[in-house]
C-alpha cells in the first residue's frame, strides 16, 4: 500500500510570520489526517522556525528547492541539502517547472540535486510535467519520461523510496485549469512504466506519484479516486489553513 502524500508549496507567499500563522493554524485541522503524509512547504527563511513549531505535529516541512553542491564552500546564495535537514526540513521539492522555466534549471541539475537531497537523507519530491504546446504536439509521454530518465538515473534500489514524483502539467499551474482525473491517471501510470522499465516493478509499485495543478478542495476527491494517484502538490489552495486542510481530509 502506497501512503498518499499531500504537500503545499507556499513558494515565494509568506514572511516568516505569515508562515508560522498558517501552520500553527493548519497543525490541529489535520492533527487526525492518518490516511496521508501531510507536507508544507515554506520559503528557506521560514524553514526552521515552522519546523520548529510543528515539532510533534503530524505535519511535515519541505524545502523548496536545494543546492546541486554537496560540500560547504564558496557557493553564495545556495543551500546545500544537509543545512536543510539541520533547519528542520524532512523533503525536499526539485525541478519544479518554476525553476526549470525561469531559473535554468536542467535534467542534470535535477539529477545532481536529488543525489544531494538523498545524500543528506532528505525524502525528494522530482517534479515533472510538459508545456501546453508539448501536450498539444502530442510530446507529452517523451517529455516527461525525458525528465524522469534525465533526473533520476543512476539511482540505486536504496534510494528509491525516498523518491516521490509530482506529475504538475505547466498548462495545469495557477491556472484554475486542472488535468481531468483521467488525463492525470494516464500520465501517472505511464511515468509507473517508465519507472518500471528504468528500475524495477517492485520500486515502480511503490512509488508515490504526486498531481499537482490547480487542486482545490472540489476535485481533490476525483483525482485521488485514481489508480495511480498517491498524493497532491498543492500551490494556491495550500496558501489558506482551511482549504488545503479540506484538501488534505477530502472525502474518502
Ligand atoms: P497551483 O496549485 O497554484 O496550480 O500550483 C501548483 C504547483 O505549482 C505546486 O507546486
Known amino acids: 500500500m502506497r501512503k498518499p502524500v499531500i504537500a503545499g508549496n507556499w513558494k515565494m507567499y509568506k514572511t516568516i510570520a505569515e508562515s508560522v500563522e498558517t501552520a500553527l493554524a493548519l497543525k490541529p485541522l ?96 522530482v517534479c515533472v510535467g510538459e508545456m501546453l504546446e508539448q501536450r498539444e504536439a502530442g510530446d507529452a509521454e517523451q517529455v516527461v ?13 536504496t534510494d528509491l523510496p525516498r523518491i516521490i514524483v509530482a506529475y504538475e502539467p505547466v498548462w495545469a499551474i495557477g491556472t484554475g485549469r486542472t488535468a481531468t482525473p483521467e488525463q492525470a491517471q494516464e500520465m501517472h501510470a505511464f511515468i509507473r512504466r517508465v519507472f518500471r522499465e528504468e528500475h524495477s516493478n517492485e520500486a515502480a509499485q511503490d512509488l508515490r506519484i504526486l ?41 474518502r
Open 211 to 251: 498531481y499537482g495543478g490547480s487542486v482545490k478542495p472540489d476535485n481533490i476527491a476525483g483525482l485521488m479516486s485514481q489508480e495511480d494517484i498517491d498524493g497532491a502538490l498543492v500551490g494556491g489552495a495550500s496558501l489558506k489553513a482551511d482549504s488545503f486542510a479540506a484538501i488534505v481530509n477530502y472525502n
Open 145 to 157: 519520461s525525458q525528465q524522469l530518465r534525465g533526473g533520476l538515473g543512476g539511482l540505486t534500489a
Open 30 to 125: 489535520v492533527a487526525n489526517a492518518n490516511h496521508c503524509e501531510v507536507v508544507i512547504a515554506p520559503v528557506f527563511t521560514a524553514l526552521k522556525t515552522v519546523a520548529d513549531r510543528l515539532e510533534g505535529s503530524n505535519v511535515r516541512v519541505s524545502a523548496q528547492d536545494c543546492s546541486t553542491e554537496t560540500e560547504h564552500g564558496a557557493h553564495t546564495g545556495e543551500v546545500a541539502a544537509d543545512m536543510l535537514k539541520d533547519a528542520g526540513a524532512t523533503y525536499a521539492i526539485v525541478g519544479h517547472s518554476e525553476r526549470r522555466q525561469f531559473y535554468c534549471e536542467t535534467d542534470e541539475s535535477v539529477s545532481r540535486k536529488t543525489r544531494a537531497a538523498l545524500a543528506a537523507n532528505l525524502s525528494v519530491i
